[in-house]
């Protein structure tokens, strides 16, 4: 209790006190510029079938079994309320730009897919399926042709947090979808593949 002259001894022991937690609590939230202990896990979109700029396996592409590689997902935002997946490829021969008015194809697109996902299984799915570059509600796999440059194209999976479901029925394209996404993508999170079709022949 401070009293008489002593009050302002007391202030300014209790201001310096206060100083002292102040920096203390700083000096854990802050280590050498670094946030350690309140670092949040980075969002990550990954795959156990291939590495990323890697070449995506045949099993996954038009020469094998056309089925979607497995990936992982990691890092989710607290706040955010679903995922949706894209998969494009922006390499295809400029013929097809110019006949078909594109500036990639779409192989894939998963929507609404609940936050808790960890992993989209080898040939699986989650959430709803927007439609692909083919009209189907699938994933369809790499399959450059081999006689057009470039032979050796990039696949990019997109994954992106959301703050909002959207309100999209199955079959929605990737425009829709992407129309849909406009200010309420809270992170996204990229894993590039490629294939050359080339070397298969």
């Given amino acids: 209790m401070c009293l008489g002259a002593a009050i302002l ?10 100083g002292a937690v102040l920096i203390f609590v700083m000096g854990v939230l802050i280590v050498g510029g670094r946030e350690t202990p309140m670092r949040m896990e980075t ?3 990954t795959s156990s079938s291939f590495a990323e ?19 992982h997902i990691a890092g989710v935002p607290t706040d955010a309320v679903s995922l949706v997946l894209l998969v494009d490829d922006p390499d295809i021969p400029q013929v097809f730009k110019e006949q078909r008015g594109i500036d990639d194809f ?8 609940p936050v808790n996902t ?6 699986g799915t989650a959430g709803l399926a927007g439609v692909n570059g083919r009209g189907e509600f699938e994933y369809t796999g790499p399959c450059p042709p081999p006689d057009l440059k470039p032979s050796k194209h990039r696949y990019i999976f997109t994954l992106y947090a959301l703050d909002i479901e959207l309100a999209l029925s199955a079959g929605a394209t990737h425009d829709e979808i992407r129309d849909a996404m406009e200010g309420h993508i809270l992170a996204e999170a990229t894993l590039i593949g490629v294939y050359d079709r080339s070397k298969q022949e």
Avoid: R, Y
């Fill in 118 to 123: 960890v992993v989209i299984p080898q040939g």
């Fill in 9 to 18: 001894v007391c202030m300014k022991w209790s201001l310096g006190a206060l």
């Fill in 43 to 45: 969002f990550t979109l």
């Fill in 106 to 113: 779409d192989h894939w697109a998963l929507f609404n897919i």
């Fill in 53 to 71: 700029n890697e070449s995506i396996p045949e099993l996954f592409t038009c020469d094998g079994a056309n089925i979607s590689p497995e990936l």
